[in-house]
Nanobody, 124 residues
């Protein structure tokens, strides 16, 4: 079974940093595009960052220069380093796996078939 397990969320003050992790199992991790999506209360789930199987990345404009997505093939884990956090970054963050070109990946959650349970990030 496909499993994506997020960790690393928490509460931080504005200007702080967090590093989210997503451990993958049950599928050919190295073949898939991996993404991070954020969902604030009452809002749609939106693409934040994605990375394809060769390491090409794509970022939402709102996080460019502040967030960095990376992946470790040996550990089957994808990371989201979040720096210079601001209150607008407060959301539940979800990890996802999909067969989608990275340049399209942030346009819609529907490109991703597998999802984790989410980890909460709160910035005050």
């Amino acid at each position: 079974d496909v499993q994506l397990v997020e960790s690393g969320g928490g509460s931080v003050q504005a200007g702080g940093s967090l590093r989210l992790s997503c451990a993958a199992s049950g599928f050919s991790y190295s073949r898939y595009c991996m993404g991070w999506f954020g969902q604030a209360p009452g809002k749609e789930r939106e693409g934040v960052a994605a990375i394809d199987r060769v390491g090409t990345t794509n970022y939402a404009d709102s996080v460019k220069g502040r967030f960095t997505i990376s992946r470790d093939y040996a550990k089957k884990t994808v990371y989201l380093q979040m720096d210079s956090l601001n209150p607008e970054d407060t959301a539940m963050y979800y990890c996802a796996a999909g067969e989608v070109p990275v340049r399209q990946a942030l346009r819609s959650r529907h490109y991703f078939a597998s999802w984790g349970q989410g980890t909460q990030v709160t910035v005050s």
